[in-house]
């Protein structure tokens, strides 16, 4: 069904369908309250209210969404940029942060509605592997670096690598050492679980699945163990920083309230957003997706993110999306149906009305170091060598992402991304790769004279142009055939070999025009060959082929065969 | 010469050409004249300003530019833009609006030459022929209404259609009737030379070089026959604008005066003045270098529009760039090097030193008649129907920058066509012609099966993707093999024939390669045919080649050979 895709599922609902589903809710509900909380932090808003985004809107992208076992809520890339954004909006207008991060969901939502409605999932496809890859490795360092501050007790700001290495480095003599204490103990421990207690737990005879499912509660116990600690040693008296009351409860249903000075200021964030988390959720999505050949549909993607935003809006959350870290567990738990997020939202109800009072001595610091941890796992720097070694292109595209995601802030960093691996793709095909080609002997194939033993003909040119011919490139042709055409006095016949151009715009169709009379001029044919259907269909509506001093091939063994001199008889 | 591209010519220097030069020089002086004041109106400077940038600017092109033949001064469509960006900045800034053009002129020069160091005359191909036409198309249409308060000796501003002919309707009780009735003359007399002189000429015994060139001399014939008009009938006693004082001299040598607020309300504007004058100059020089067979260099040239504006900034003139019909008549007059350009920049200096008196009585609605025929000759707009009818994309970009160019500003307008024929093209590219290919029979090439008679092989498929691989489509890819192989269920071998995939980058690679191993789950091999160099040359950097369930073939003949199923004997 188009718009309510959940009837696919509910129709064939079983009881053993259940069952996984609530093992998998449950395990994922472990695991969501302390990243709702570390999320939450990370955007600048209360604790509670990552607990709030983690409830209906898991509900709404259940009953609209088309995977069947991603998990939507706050990620930590889409937090990131939604206290980038609300900070500068708050900055300039003066409005309640929450508020504005409250809108900003809201302007999310409709942004991905219109462009589910538009059908516009095709836009994700514009942000290419390195793009997305670089710009979640420079934010994972971003958003590390800027949980430092509660590792240290400290104050400090900034949205850039700049920034935030200045500002901790300027009051890193406040530091608290008794913050210090909890955060490291908390990194410690996390990291040492995500390194070496799988490979213990099953040295100890614990089956894998378990093992890697009971390493995820990690952050659950590196919370219980410091609430321990900061109640025992009174440690909130000794400066540590700790979440302090979180009022229990359940959001009210409430529109959130539109300012248009905050609308404006906010909805080009919005906008990035909205496409960013696209991305990354269609990522898990179509690679979960994959693994059980389930498939997700890109427009309607966007109609379940949009009504997950919307969800979270009107419960006064802050922005979602679908999540890696969160869906892989949901997945490996076992989750068969989005029936198991509904779970899970029973579940982190639950927490909001009950667990709440738990969380007073919450030190900050394990929560920065619960972020820390999740986000470093994130940053694959690795691909910068992989990348650069297999082309030049995508590698400067990864780094320019990364750089400027580093120095000039996420926004700018995305925009960047997109800008340069498009640029870098015009540019080359700009400048094409263009082979004069003879024929590989013994065959009808053929193949650059550089690069194999083939026949040639001194009266023949046969020039194989590797790009669609279009604007960036018309004049470029120009150059080649005249230079191909000064190089050979004898020259009577040019074959364009037209095996590898898939379009001839209008420009390219002046520049071939232009050609033609020039070849014309000097005697020499202007031939095509292998031109395939769309394009013969296009020349077919122009006038070239009407005053084409030559003729068209179906193939290039044909045109080299038939334009071949004849041989003088002995 | 690379820096000097004047020694090509000087060495060669002789009698005979010196003579064709002076005569092409006389010629275009007397055209010039004209149009350099009124270039100057549109401009919204004094009338002198435009004989200044008609004079040092030739020179300086003359002598580091590449074209022997473009002529190089005040034009239509910069002078527009020129006086769109100096309204703005002046209105914004308050500096005076003379030193402001001069300023655009020098940061002009400054973009020009730094992009020609630096070899970006690349640049400009990605001005698609479609965007230029549309642009300077709907440029022409608001130059010609710009000028329309002029013949009607009214009020009126703005740089849209809407607020033009908004601003038209409001004052046009405000039209004087002298002033229309010399502007009309004019404009009915420049378009009768312009429609009927040359033939009438001709039928008269005249040889037609002559009678066209003799044409070109009408707005000059023009302008003496209102000029004693207004004189004998005193016309600006009776509200008709004339021209009235105009300074006698040449302009002192000074730096332009550096206000930073203006540079830096002016930057993105020259920017795009010279981006636009770039395009509009190396395209006249291209087309009249073809008919002599001299070359332009890209980047020499922006070397040469450099010197020139920098020249013109430095004599109180403003932005410059190779004009069309100057350059055609400076051409068709005979001109063999830029000699002819010099000799024409002292008869422009002669002008302003004697001539500017008898300028008093000029009447305004003159010259706008001369600027309103020259751009309208510019305006085509049946080349809607013909971009339309070859490609709908082309039509798209053509229509889209005439609209925005009308409706939004010359400057909006060539952001939106740029950013269009890209988005077009890439949007083009995301979903890409796929063919399902067989053999030819009695050939080893291979087609569509739909367009085509072929031999196919029920175990195999041969996809041929009309695209290169790349962010954009990789996703796209996926989809077309998966619904190939569940389509058929005996399938055994898929074969990517590759002749027209000019680049893989990393995100079609990864898409490759999760393709590789779902065929590879399914038992299904997969191929690649007719690789080329460049393509595996990179994938031979990457793992795909080790990993692959399949061949990598010369041709997609062989790969059809070898993969067909042992015929059983009978």
Redesign the interface.
């Given at each position: 069904m188009r718009w309510f895709p959940a009837a696919d599922w509910l129709k064939s609902y079983s009881r053993s369908t259940f069952t996984a589903d609530l093992i998998a809710a449950l395990i994922v509900t472990i695991m969501l309250i302390p990243q709702s909380l570390a999320y939450a932090m990370l955007a600048g808003v209360p604790p509670e209210v990552g607990l709030y985004a983690s409830v209906l809107p898991l509900v709404a992208y259940a009953l609209f969404g088309t995977s069947r076992t991603l998990s939507v809520g706050p990620v930590a890339v889409i937090s990131l940029m939604t206290a980038s954004a609300v900070g500068k909006a708050v900055n300039e207008t003066g409005a309640s942060y929450h508020e504005a991060a409250i809108l900003l969901a809201f302007l999310s939502a409709v942004i991905l509605l219109g462009m589910g409605l538009c059908r516009f999932g095709?836009l994700a496809?514009?942000?290419?592997?390195?793009?997305v890859s670089g710009f979640i490795s420079a934010s994972g360092i971003i958003i590390a670096l800027s949980q430092l501050k509660h590792l240290l007790g400290i104050s400090a700001r900034g949205d850039t690598l700049i920034d935030l290495v200045d500002s901790l480095v300027v009051n890193l003599d406040q530091a608290n050492v008794f913050t210090l204490g909890v955060g490291v103990f908390a990194l410690v421990f996390l990291v040492w679980c995500r390194t070496y207690l799988p490979a213990s737990l099953v040295r100890l005879g614990c089956h894998k699945d378990l093992a890697s499912t009971l390493t995820k509660t990690a952050p659950v116990v590196a919370i219980a163990a410091t609430i321990g600690l900061a109640y025992g040693f009174d440690l909130a008296d000794k400066g540590v920083a700790i979440v302090g009351a979180v009022p229990s409860g359940l959001p009210t249903i409430t529109l959130p309230s539109f300012d248009l000075r905050l609308i404006d200021e906010l909805w080009s964030a919005a906008l990035l957003i909205s496409i960013i988390g696209y991305v990354e959720s269609i990522s898990v999505g179509?690679t979960l997706g994959?693994k059980r050949r389930q498939r997700v549909n890109?427009d309607q993607e966007l109609i379940g993110l949009g009504a997950a935003n919307f969800a979270s809006a009107l419960s006064s959350g802050f922005p979602v999306t679908g999540g890696f870290s969160r869906s892989v567990v949901n997945f490996d738990a076992g989750a068969q149906t989005p029936a198991a997020s509904i779970m899970t939202a029973m579940g982190i109800a639950l927490a909001a009305l009950f667990l709440t009072p738990v969380l007073f001595y919450l030190p900050k610091a394990t929560l920065a170091a619960t972020i820390i941890v999740a986000v470093m796992s994130l940053v694959d720097l690795g691909l910068l060598k992989r990348?650069w070694?297999?082309?030049k292109?995508?590698g400067l595209a990864l780094a320019g992402t990364i750089a400027v995601t580093l120095i000039a802030g996420v926004e700018a960093g995305v925009v960047t991304g997109v800008s340069l691996?498009?640029f870098l793709?015009?540019?080359?095909?700009?400048?094409?790769?263009v082979?004069i080609v003879g024929e590989?002997p013994g065959?009808?194939?053929f193949?650059?004279i550089n690069?194999h033993h083939v026949i040639t003909e001194p009266t023949i040119c046969s020039i194989r142009v590797?790009?669609?011919l279009?604007?960036?490139?018309?004049?470029?042709l120009e150059d080649v055939v005249y230079a191909q055409v000064a190089k050979n006095a004898e020259l009577k016949h040019v074959i364009l070999m037209c095996?590898?151009?898939?379009?001839i715009?209008?420009?390219a169709?002046?520049a071939l025009e232009?050609i033609n009379d020039?070849l014309g001029e000097l005697g020499i044919g202007l031939h095509l060959s292998?031109v395939?259907?769309?394009v013969m269909d296009?020349l077919e509506?122009?006038h070239l082929l009407e005053g084409l001093n030559g003729q068209v091939y179906?193939?290039q063994?044909?045109a080299f065969v038939q334009l071949q001199p004849q041989k003088a008889p002995h």
């Open positions: 095709f496809n514009f942000l290419s592997h390195p793009v179509r994959a890109p990348a070694n297999y082309s292109r995508d691996s498009i793709h015009l540019y080359h095909t700009s400048k094409p790769h082979a590989v065959t009808q194939h193949r650059n690069r590797d790009e669609s279009y604007f960036p490139n018309a004049a470029y095996s590898a151009i898939n379009v715009d209008l420009s169709l002046e232009m020039r292998e395939k259907g769309p296009a509506r122009s179906l193939s063994h044909e």
